[in-house]
């Protein structure tokens, strides 16, 4: 193994630009075969990821009921079977009324004497609130960390614990050492995507602001699309975007980022980049979060406004119900996180 790494490292490439797991790297004899359990809410996403799998991961089955006073009356149908077993767990924490019952699958899991145990979180939804700016603020991201970073360890050692583009970096660092987080990615979901477009060569890749651009640029860079930055500056008591550089002039310009909640922050993107003469807008995010159906505004048949224009919105299924909300809707397409899921069980 250490031979066929070492030409490759002898180049000095940016290893950053290869951000999810490539099963074709792995040896035969370390791929594992995997039992893979999860909530409702994620059954379709798991069967998916069973399906790219090609038999090596099984689903198992976990009975999700409630007492009489609302509390989690839960059971792992044959827990014996798994018994030195790789074991995963695909959870959804985006409803916050649904963690404490997860939590207590998560860590009874790997008590169950398995093998291994990796947790799959594809959203860490509290990511956006990763720092303290006034005395009283409770960055709540470290307390969801600290939370898992508290899970039993298996026979094997630590658990393993998967998430897609977090929204900060520097939140990794909010882990402990009992688990071992691997973070991916859903970028290179849209530029499978951007190489299938008739207009592949006209793509343009626009971030909101200056932390998207440091977030996901480098796995823009060997595909040698243009860029344009955008930036947030205060006008009294109100964010406008400006282009920061760039030029969107007769391109089909997509905006990239990892999440999108009112999703008023596209919109303005959009307006300023069809201002300034952008052919097509497109957007991209992994996490379709839309509270309270805010997706709802992109409906070139509901929306109003520069929303109407957005030619594609991609997103991944890392929101299970944003999923079946926009399903068949102009102008949301889902790009699936089932394959990189499959490959990051194989490690």
Known sequence: MASQLAPALSTGEDFRITTNVDTTQIP???????????????????????????????????????????????????????????????????????????????????RLFVSSFTLVLPFFPTGTM?????????????????????????????????????????????????????????????LERLRQLPDRDLITIAYPDEGAWKRFHYQFKSEGYPEVICTKVRDGSKRIVRLKEGEPRDRH????????????????????????????????VTHGVFPNMSWVKFRPDQGSGAADGFRYFWLSDSCPQTVRDVRNKAPFEVLSLAGPIAAALQI
């Open 253 to 284: 310009v997509v905006i990239v980022d990892d999440l999108v909640q009112s999703g008023s922050t596209l919109i303005e993107c959009h307006s300023l980049l069809v201002s300034l003469g952008a052919k097509h807008v497109s957007a991209f």
């Open 28 to 110: 035969a004899a370390l791929r594992k075969d995997c039992v893979l359990f999860y909530t409702p809410d994620t059954e379709e996403l798991a069967q998916k990821v069973a399906q790219q799998a090609g038999g090596a991961i099984t689903l198992g089955r976990i009975k999700w009921k409630k007492f009489a006073d609302g509390f989690p009356d839960l059971f792992v149908e044959n827990a014996t079977s798994i018994r030195n077993r790789h074991v995963a767990f695909l959870a959804s924490f985006t409803n916050p009324t649904v963690i404490f019952e997860q939590v207590s699958v998560i860590y009874a899991l790997p």
């Open 130 to 190: 990763e720092r303290v700016e006034t005395e009283g603020d409770i960055a709540t991201a470290n307390t969801l960390a600290r939370l898992l970073s508290n899970v039993p360890p298996s026979r094997g050692g630590p658990t393993s614990l998967v998430i897609f583009d977090i929204h900060a970096l520097q939140e990794r660092f909010y882990f402990g050492d009992a688990v071992l987080p691997l973070f991916e990615s859903g970028v290179p979901l849209l």
